[in-house]
């Protein structure tokens, strides 16, 4: 009878590389604190401060976006290029309420929501669920997907016509504190959008519905046989992705203006959030969404604003080179 | 130690360690596998057979150890290079190329096909073709031997899963191998496809010398049917031996009684 | 994306000018859809990223002509070959991806490269676009020597067909170049390395364990692929008489995956008519005359391609033409 020898103990180097690989937040946040100690050194605290503040504005759309998607993707495996269009449409619905009909931005925000919800719901029920249940791949969904983006953007442009046009919102105010200056209303959107994103957290992390969410994103055959009414669950996840899609819409519009790409343009860096995040994993795309629009606006110090918007692409391209499970997902074969 | 392979050594695994995000899979197996043996290796769920089983044959990549496939260290090479050097494996879940015709599908695992490099359609056309007329009667032959000559052109995905099952029998035999690495050959099919299988992998033992390492849960296929056994648990072989000897392994019957049933 | 003169009236319907205009678009996308159905149809790699090969051939050729001073003749292989190396470029670190990352990782390249183009102003002319250089009183424009040939068949042609159509040679060439791109890749298709492509789109551990190198395989299908962009790119450039970066946004691969989805996939002839059938009916329906503004009208045909997608991949995803037991992708 023979038996194996015990193994050898690891060589020098490989388990700094080991705990590398098992612990990619950790090295991701040593890549940020020392970017952001590279940019203090070179352009001084107050600017990157600024910076920061200014970067929150865009990463907090961001991040409303594609803690959305992420669930659709991770649960679904969904790639939904129509996504970006549910923003498109959670603007123009927010432009309906408070330029058209005159109310408060407020009204605005939660009618986009609930119409923008609405949407995915009635886009689950009438097309994937039916889709799903003749066995379609994810490639024919995808491409309807990209039908359904142009059923949406046509819409809109139907509707409201290719100008651009503004949200009623205060653009000249700002407040200053600590010496940092934001506009009135980017500062709403900070706060509403960190609001709903932490309420997010707390539901996703505590509620059950949440931890079912979970579950259906981890493997979904498991889920049913445990007895989750994942029909069930697949909707509210719906809901919520349409929800969030609507507020990053309103949100993004109220701080430039809207026209019918607003949507589309916002769309892969927020799959640069989805798949720096892990696809699936809600927290991680909201840390990555964050992350993202900070640096993208860290970008401007450095190169021409102008190419600002590469950044969100180049992140997704790196990214999927280096990690395609993303800074949060687990290490698996892909 | 006795070392239980008799004759030239086919395949020499030493120490091979695989781990995912922390938990080690794989933690220092090895075994030797003779020319012209029929290898089992098993053990309960979880042991690491499979893990070990796609490093061997390049599907995963070892972290640590050695393989040597007929004198060749192979770990880390591309599992296709591996298949070319000899070492062809098997899928447990039946990898019958659904849309491409029976014909095709035993026509692809030719190997030395020129026409397979891009250049060579334009360079060296005569070539090609010759090649094709051979692979074609070739693989029109081994067609008749497993009774499925009938069905060549019909697309893979009308077979049923017996079929499919000996197409790809069949279809790993064009590749020419020296060491088949099978998974869980008798996985899903009724007894008389199983002894139909069985009986072709002794005949081709016989009649070519083939060798044969297979990973298997049904202990009466490994028990009648194999040389030499190969047991893992917890990532390690503990046990090899003919199958008499190993069955009455105490380690053995640890290993499946304490651990998860197999 | 600029689309032909618009007409309004019956007499315009059978205005020649105009449909040949729609012919060479649906032959620029019937030659992008080539290299997609390559890829997507027979090779299973979702290439999201034909917009930005076509950018890169088209912006190459232009910035080599009016630039570095190549002739035009010499810029169009150059080109060809920058694409091709962009394209290996481009698979050698996403080709191991799975496929959805890499369809997302092609689409982002593709608006990289567009961003590129409208940013790097002293390069690619920005927003301005390329068309002429002038130095002083003389001009250099990348489609001169492509006009001299151009006007030479069209004195040829005049001897049986008094005022011929001016598109007619570039709708010669267009076509003529699908045609050859079909029995092309129909031939490729039948050999045994197109057999290994068709096992790579089932089932690529299969091939692996059959000693297929499948990795070379995918990247030759992007070379490929990508040289078809090109030569769209400098169509598509040559009919438009400038390159500017709005033309090379993702609605052009969305449109291209149209005419492939219609066409079928797995049928390189069904990519030529599904072209013809897409653009013809996009830009016939400008006669159609109804009492809503331009604006709307675009908006319709936007949304009637997007249903149509909807319903074919609903009810018909092999399209046209496609075989339903060639069907393997996205499972």
């Known amino acids: 009878m023979e038996a194996s020898t015990a193994p050898a103990g690891p060589a020098p180097g490989e388990s700094l590389r080991e705990f590398a690989r098992g612990h990619p937040q950790a090295v991701a946040f040593s890549v940020i604190v020392l970017m952001v100690a590279i940019l203090v050194g070179a352009y001084g605290l107050h600017e990157v401060a600024q910076s920061t503040l200014n970067g929150l504005t865009l990463g907090v759309v961001y991040a409303l976006g594609a803690v959305g998607l992420t669930l659709v993707y991770g649960i679904l495996r969904l790639v939904n290029f129509a996504h970006g269009d549910f923003l498109t449409f959670g603007a123009y619905m927010a432009y309906l309420v408070n330029v058209t009909w005159g109310m408060p931005l407020v009204a605005g925000i939660f009618f986009a929501m609930a119409a923008t919800a609405l949407l995915g ?161 809600p927290f991680g795309a909201l840390t990555a969404g964050l992350v993202l629009g900070i640096a993208t606006e860290w970008s401007t110090l450095v190169i021409e604003p102008r190419w600002k918007v590469t950044i969100g692409f180049v992140a997704l391209i790196i990214a999927l080179i280096i990690r395609p499970q993303g800074i949060f997902g687990r290490a698996k074969e892909i | ?87 062809v494996r098997t899928f447990q879940i039946t990898k019958a190329l659904a849309a491409m015709p029976v014909i095709d599908n035993m026509m692809l695992a030719a190997p030395e096909q020129p026409g397979e490099r891009f250049r060579n359609l334009f360079l060296r056309p005569r070539a090609v073709r010759a090649r094709e007329r051979e692979v074609r009667e070739e693989a029109v032959r081994l067609l008749e031997v497993f009774d499925l000559g009938e069905l060549a052109a019909d697309y893979a995905g009308t077979l049923s899963g017996g079929q499919r099952k000996l197409l790809e029998l069949a279809r790993a035999l064009m590749a020419r191998p020296t060491l088949l690495m099978l998974d869980e050959p008798m996985a899903g099919i009724n007894p008389s496809l199983g002894r139909r299988l069985l009986d072709h992998m002794q005949t081709l033992r016989a009649e070519q010398g083939m060798t044969f390492l297979f990973v298997e849960h049904d202990m009466e296929v490994v028990m009648n049917h194999s040389d030499t056994v190969v047991v893992m648990a917890e990532g390690r072989v503990i046990s090899v031996g003919e199958p008499q000897q190993v069955r009455e392994d105490p380690a053995v019957v640890d290993a499946y009684l304490g651990g998860a049933a197999a | 994306m600029t689309a032909p003169p618009p007409a309004f009236t019956l007499e315009a319907f059978t205005n020649l000018g105009f449909w040949s205009g729609v012919l060479v678009i649906a032959g620029i996308y019937a030659v992008v859809a080539l290299g997609l159905q390559l890829n997507v149809g027979y090779t299973g790699i979702v290439n999201f990223g034909q917009a930005g090969f076509m950018a890169v051939g088209g912006y190459s050729m232009a910035i080599l002509v009016l630039e570095a001073g190549f002739s035009f003749w010499l810029a169009l292989p150059a080109a060809i070959l920058i694409t091709m190396a962009f394209g290996v470029l481009i698979g050698l670190p996403s080709l191991r991806l ?94 045994p390395w197109g057999r290994v492509l068709r096992a790579v789109r089932e089932d690529e551990d299969a091939a692996r364990a059959l000693g297929k190198n499948t990795f070379l395989c995918k990247l030759q299908s992007l070379a490929i692929s990508a040289v078809l962009g090109a030569l769209a790119g400098f169509f598509l450039a040559l009919f438009l008489a400038t390159i500017h970066p709005d033309d090379y946004e993702p609605i052009v691969t969305f449109f291209a995956f149209g005419v492939l989805i219609l066409g079928g996939l797995a049928s390189y002839r069904g990519v030529a008519i599904g072209a013809i059938v897409v653009w013809t009916l996009l830009e016939g329906t400008r006669f159609v005359e109804l009492p809503i503004s331009e604006e709307k009208a675009a908006a319709l045909r936007f949304a009637i391609v997007g249903l149509v997608l909807i319903l074919l991949m609903a009810f018909r995803p092999q399209g046209l033409f496609g075989k339903r037991e060639e069907m393997v992708l996205g499972d």
């Open chain 1, 121 to 281: 719901f009635v886009s689950e029920r009438v097309m994937w669920r039916p889709m799903r249940a003749k066995g379609a791949g994810w490639l024919h969904l995808m491409l309807m997907t990209i039908g359904l983006a142009f059923l949406i953007r046509s819409a809109v442009q139907w509707f409201w016509g290719t100008q651009i046009r503004t949200l009623d919102v205060n653009i000249t105010d700002s407040v200053s504190f600590l010496g940092l200056r934001i506009g009135q209303t980017e500062l709403v959107v900070v706060v509403v959008g960190i609001a709903v994103l932490l309420a997010v957290g707390l539901i996703v992390r505590f509620s059950l519905l949440g931890k079912q969410m979970r579950a259906l994103s981890d493997d979904m055959a498991l889920a049913e046989t445990a007895g989750i009414d994942t029909r069930r669950v697949i909707l509210y996840t719906w809901l919520f992705a349409g929800g969030l899609a609507g507020l990053a819409g309103v949100l993004s519009g109220a701080l430039t203006s809207l026209r019918p790409e607003l949507g589309f343009e916002l769309l892969l860096p927020i799959f640069a959030a989805v798949i720096l995040g892990g696809i699936g994993n």
């Open chain 2, 1 to 87: 130690m006795t070392d239980p392979v008799r004759g030239e050594r086919l395949l020499d695994v030493d120490g091979v360690v695989k781990s995912f995000g922390g938990i080690r899979a794989v933690d220092g197996a090895s075994l030797r596998v003779g020319r012209g043996s029929i290898t089992a290796l098993i053990g309960p769920n979880g042991a690491g057979k499979t893990t070990l089983f796609n490093v061997l044959t390049g599907f995963q990549r070892g972290d640590r150890g050695s393989v040597r496939f007929a004198g060749e260290e192979v770990l880390g090479r591309p599992a296709y290079a591996i298949a070319r050097r000899g070492m």
């Open chain 3, 98 to 191: 799975r496929a959805d990352y890499f369809a997302i990782v092609t689409l982002a390249m593709a608006e990289v490269v567009r961003l590129v183009a409208q940013n790097a102003r002293g390069l690619t002319g920005g927003n301005k676009g390329l068309y002429c250089e002038y130095e002083g009183a003389s001009q250099t424009c990348f489609d001169d020597s492509w006009r001299s040939v151009s006007d030479s068949i069209l004195g040829f042609v005049e001897n049986f067909w008094s005022d011929p159509e001016v598109l007619l040679p570039l709708l010669l060439v267009v076509w003529a170049t699908v045609a050859i791109g079909i029995v092309f890749l129909e031939y490729v298709q039948r050999t």
